[in-house]
């Protein structure tokens, strides 16, 4: 028999681990401790938190362990029913200029890197995908960033829409996600956090907790 209701909604985490001239990265701290956190507060109704990993700060040198956490969320939705439900990769990365949250509409296929990624790689004006058309082609989450930021505000948290992921590691991952997400009839959102020393870790904490709540009432 088929369940009744509103789909399930998978929710898969990533964050970085540090980089140049970022020693302790918050998304590393958040995603690694979003389970304990949500199993403490209470997962939203019908979301269920799939894995939460930590990518190295690293564009193309590691885009073999990228593909394979992406590849995991499809390969566990297949063993269950067609219509199990949706799933949604969510990307955390840190803006270390920032004072605020900022949902991220798009990503765009150039990679500009200002400093090597942690593998020692430092592209200038690359196409992150050659065949996905020209660097300035740019790939748009599928969710709806506007009413999510809205939702947020609501809620008291300092945030913003953005349409620039930056040029780094960031807008790589993110390109690369996107593109997954189209083609595996899935959803992929990154979303910038500040540093710690700007915005205390709880209050990170709380706005992921929050996110995944935006994020159930969407469907």
């Not at 209701?5 to 001239?21: C, L, N, R, S, W």
């Not at 008291?156 to 189209?182: I, K, P, Q, T």
């Not at 009839?185 to 995944?212: C, N, R, W």
Request: charged letters at 20%; glycine letters at 10%; a negative charge.
């Amino acid at each position: 028999m088929g369940s009744e209701g509103p789909p399930t909604v998978t929710i898969h985490v990533t964050g970085f681990k540090k980089f140049h001239g970022v020693s302790e990265n918050p998304t590393e701290t958040i995603v690694s401790n979003l389970k304990e956190y949500m199993k403490k507060k209470g997962l939203p109704k019908g979301v269920t938190l799939g894995s939460c990993s930590i990518l190295e700060t690293a564009g193309q040198g590691a885009l073999g362990p990228l593909y394979h956490t992406l590849q995991s969320s499809v390969s566990s939705k297949g063993t269950e029913s067609l219509n199990s439900g949706i799933v949604i990769w969510l990307h955390f990365g840190v803006n270390s200029g920032a004072t605020r949250f900022a949902i991220e509409n798009q990503a765009v296929n150039e990679a500009t890197f200002r400093c090597p990624d942690e593998m020692g790689w430092k592209p200038q004006k690359v196409p992150i995908i050659p065949g996905d058309g020209e660097l300035s082609r740019t790939r748009e989450s599928s969710l709806p960033v506007e009413k999510i930021t809205g939702a947020l505000a609501k809620m008291g948290y300092d945030v913003v829409s953005s349409d620039d992921a930056g040029r780094f590691v960031c807008n790589y991952v993110y390109y690369h996600s996107l593109l997954f997400a189209e083609q595996n009839g899935i959803k992929s959102l990154f979303v910038h956090v500040p540093l710690f020393m700007t915005l205390d870790e709880e209050t990170q904490m709380q706005f992921a907790a929050s996110l995944l709540e935006v994020l159930a009432s969407l469907h």
